[in-house]
């Protein structure tokens, strides 16, 4: 079986982006795709069933497969009336065209909106076996959205789990990664709190794997681990939170002097797990 290659480019500006935007907005991507007036289309469908992976540009111009359909070698006169009620009409067929049945398949459904691919140019409708494209990234399936720093209020589990599971929350890793920070770890057994700052290389990202990765939570603070040793079950309880980032750049002397502040402000070191300013 043969397998064709479609790009539609939605944000390009052009006249066909207005179509094929129209048609993603209306959930008609595959529809759209049916109407051709493409030789290698034509030619393809000539010699009996076809795969089409139908890939989406985004803004950025991320080239994203969309859906897989199994095309069994029948076509449609290419008039509204072959296609759906609410199809767009900005996008309606030509008399040059045909429609293309195109039905789902399951056949690589696993890689639909996952699989990112280097498009490079080439024309939308390409036959894939004269055709190498680069594999940019297969992403994760079930990645979790990174909340903004303000949301951030990871308990032991997730913490753990975001370490755990990398790939879930790259957007988590990019963010955590690129700015310096000053943070909270408070014990919801019993109320108190550890206030620390990351600068170092990946930052907050670097820091807080840190605490992910030490069986005692403390990675390697005295403090912590001696609040730990004395009440093994409230590491379970810790909450980790940031109470201020800072841009990329920071003086790292401002980070230390805000998280001084917050010491004084939450009173950590007289009645929390921090040991000294
Ligand atoms: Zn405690």
């Not at 006249?15 to 094929?20: D, L, N, T, V, W």
């Not at 890793?173 to 600068?199: D, E, F």
């Amino acid at each position: 079986m043969r397998v064709l290659v479609v790009r539609h480019t939605p944000y390009a500006g052009d006249e066909p982006a207005k179509k094929a935007k129209a048609c993603l907005d209306a959930d008609m991507i595959r529809e759209y795709t049916s109407i051709q007036r493409s030789d290698t289309a034509r030619k393809a469908s000539s010699k009996g069933r076809n795969l089409w992976m139908v890939f989406v540009a985004d803004r950025k111009g991320v080239t994203r497969l969309y859906g897989v359909y199994l095309h069994d070698g029948t076509t449609k006169t290419a008039v509204m009336e072959s296609l759906p009620e609410d199809f767009p009409a900005e996008a309606a067929p030509c008399p040059e065209d045909t429609i293309y049945t195109l039905d789902d398949t399951d056949v690589i459904l696993d890689y639909v909106d996952r699989l990112r691919i280097n498009w490079n140019g080439r024309p939308y409708l390409r036959k894939a076996e004269t055709n190498t494209f680069e594999v940019e990234a297969i992403d994760v399936r079930g990645s979790v959205p990174f909340p903004g720093f303000d949301d951030i209020h990871l308990t032991r589990d997730e913490l753990a789990g975001m370490y755990a599971n990398p790939g879930r929350y790259e957007s988590w890793r990019s963010a955590m990664a690129a700015v310096q920070a000053v943070y909270v770890i408070a014990c919801t057994a019993c109320g108190r709190l550890y206030v620390g700052s990351a600068t170092g290389a990946e930052n907050l990202w670097q820091r807080w794997g840190d605490y992910a990765a030490s069986g005692d939570g403390s990675a390697d603070n005295r403090d912590l681990a001696r609040h730990v040793a004395e009440h093994p079950d409230h590491l379970a309880k810790f909450q980790y939170s940031v109470l201020q980032a800072f841009a990329p750049g920071t003086d790292p002397n401002l980070v230390v002097a805000a998280e001084r502040r917050f010491k004084l402000c939450l009173d950590s070191v007289n009645n929390g797990m921090n040991a000294n300013y």
